[in-house]
């Protein structure tokens, strides 16, 4: 059982990206089009998902804590961008990921 | 006709993702009904894996907030597209906002006049919201029954989804040496600060590759 501290970092962390999520899109339907007109903002927001995105993968599929580490997830992630590659449809790419995960793992 | 067509196929696609979703969000111990709530509430498929990536690995609540907060922004540009197109006020606006998500603008922005426009955008806002949800329930429920997620894979479900989700924003050599540059940086950063924190500071350089035009 978890102590109520680290319970409350799931409720805390659910409600606060709800709240952040939904404060950005109800303020882009109420400022004027022009406010975020400009190509700089353009062009940072199209990358900004790219940069975090990456970083998720990284931090996901190869640490541990602190430590990187190789190990089952990899043989994962790795079915997966081949399965994009291929042009696979996400949950085949995403589930398939997660069985070659579960075999590597498995068998190791 | 084929607006509502498209934009339920599009709705049913999409929603299967939540099933993946539901049961990332149980693996990192989220609850049954806390992943419920950030599925109906935050409703963005992107910053919901952050959230429960970054809390699964061990980073406090500020930086999983800040990155799931930082992957909604895109959704305030795509509100702001879409504003004059919906014109709707009160309580239909933030019924609009909440509905504001990347398939529901992809599809009103692919067509060719403004009232299959509106009604691509709210047939594709709540197909994907009814399929999203449900999907979030049955995966979560399915996780919940699992001892050790590890030995069915759910930890590589994650990474797997982030592959996905990153896969079709790398249209460009800009945004691939982004990707290649992120995904070095975080890991470089993992080994000295704590889980989050990497993820966030990519965001600078983002900023940094963004900040100059297309010629450099």
Sequence with gaps: ??????????????????????????????????????????????????????????????????????????AGVSFAVAAFIAKLPFPVAVFGAAIVSALVYRFN | MSVKRDSLSLSFAVGVYGAAFGAASVAAHFSVLQTCAISLLTFSGASQFALVGVV????????????????????????????????????????AAHMTIDESTGIALAQANEKDARTGFWWTGFGVFIFWNLFTLLGALSAGLLKDPAAFGLDALVPAAFVGLV???????????????????????????????????????????GWKGPRA
């Design chain 2, 56 to 95: 699964g690995a061990g980073g406090g609540a500020f930086s999983a907030i800040a990155t799931g907060a930082l992957l909604g922004t895109r959704n305030g540009l795509y509100a702001v597209r879409l504003a004059p197109l919906l014109n709707v006020r009160g309580a239909k606006r933030i019924i």
């Design chain 1, 1 to 74: 059982m978890e102590g109520s501290a680290s319970m409350s970092i799931y409720w805390i962390t659910a409600l606060g990206t709800s709240a952040a999520c939904f404060l950005f899109k109800y303020l882009g339907h109420c400022v004027p089009e022009s406010w975020l007109a400009h190509p700089r903002v353009q062009r940072i927001n199209l990358l900004i998902p790219v940069a975090l995105l990456s970083a998720l993968v990284a931090i996901q599929a190869f640490t541990d804590k602190t430590r990187i580490i190789v190990d089952h997830r990899m």
């Design chain 2, 167 to 209: 896969w079709p924003r790398l249209t460009n050599k800009k945004s691939i040496y982004l990707a290649a540059l992120a995904f070095i940086f975080a890991l470089a950063l993992a080994l000295f600060v704590p889980a989050g924190v990497p993820i966030i500071a990519t965001s600078l350089l983002a900023i940094l590759m």
